[in-house]
């Protein structure tokens, strides 16, 4: 598929209330785009729908973990646009492990919203994405995904998941024409990272990484990496052997 501009397309974002998915559904809208808005938080979607016009960003209020919720979703997306062309799956959450208190209810959660999820939506979605004659599918990762960091036994499982689900559909929905990337944001200043209480190098904002997203779906790039200044680096700590590796990442973690 080469580069196909979003403008007219019927686009499903998820955890598009706030942070990157809302920007991306906004500049989406701002580029022509039919958007699909859900998240869990109602009145944020109205609002969006509002603003931009309903007929730009329809709100369709969604718990992504709720998997018959999911599929309800879908149906209600092929009576309201006839089909859809593209999906990011975006929603997701946070929580770090402190492996004093190790808690398998941490990684229940992270799993279950960041990853069972985007199973879930790609369940529900395939057939519209299949009856489209420009498919794409998008799941939004990280960078932390390219090799463990402190604290990131969870989210960054999560997230290696997600990366390793999208790269596996690149392969197997070529075939079917389907188009699939995965993105693999730096830190970008949302509701999620303002939480941190860490140094975040190159923090970006929402806007920009939309951009960067958009772009990326426009161009069809398999992984949309971003801002480079800090993807590409990180990129090359993660080829360092495991000794060296981890004596470097144990300077990013706070003394006890
Ligand atoms: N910010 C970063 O630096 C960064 C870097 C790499 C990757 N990411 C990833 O980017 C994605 C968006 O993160 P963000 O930084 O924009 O965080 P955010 O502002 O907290 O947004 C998270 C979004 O996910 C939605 N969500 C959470 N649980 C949900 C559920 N059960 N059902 C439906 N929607 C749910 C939230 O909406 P409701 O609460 O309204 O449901 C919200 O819209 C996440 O997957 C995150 O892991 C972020």
């Given at each position: 598929m080469g580069s196909v501009p979003v403008k007219g397309r019927r686009i499903w974002v998820t955890?598009?209330?706030?942070g990157i998915g809302r920007a991306v559904a906004l500049e989406l809208a701002r580029r022509g785009a039919v958007v699909v808005a859900s998240a869990r938080n109602e009145r944020a979607l109205n609002e969006m729908a509002e603003a931009c016009g309903a007929d730009r960003v329809f709100a369709l209020p969604l718990d992504v973990t709720d998997r018959r919720a999911t599929l309800q979703a879908a149906d209600e997306i092929r009576r309201k646009l006839?089909?859809?062309?593209?999906?990011?799956?975006n929603a997701g959450i946070c929580e770090y492990v402190d492996v004093s208190k190790f808690d398998s209810a941490v990684f229940e959660r992270t799993m279950q919203v960041n990853f069972l999820s985007m199973v879930y939506g790609i369940e529900a979605i395939l057939p519209l994405l299949r009856a489209s004659d420009n498919a794409q599918l998008i799941g939004m990762s990280s960078t932390v995904a390219y090799r463990g960091l402190p604290r990131a036994e969870a989210y960054g499982a999560s997230k290696a998941a997600i990366k390793h689900l999208f790269e596996s559909l690149q392969i197997d929905l070529k075939r079917e024409g389907i188009s699939v990337s995965v993105v693999c944001p730096g830190f970008v200043r949302t509701p999620l990272t303002d939480r941190n209480d860490f140094p975040m190098p190159f923090r970006v904002e929402a806007e920009e990484a939309a951009e960067r997203i958009v772009d990326g779906i426009e161009a069809g790039s398999p992984e949309i990496h971003f801002p480079k200044r800090f993807s590409i680096p990180f990129k090359l700590l993660a080829l360092l052997p495991n000794r060296l590796y981890a004596a470097i990442c144990s300077h990013m973690v706070k003394p006890r």
């Open positions: 955890g598009a209330s706030t006839k089909g859809l062309d593209v999906a990011f799956l």
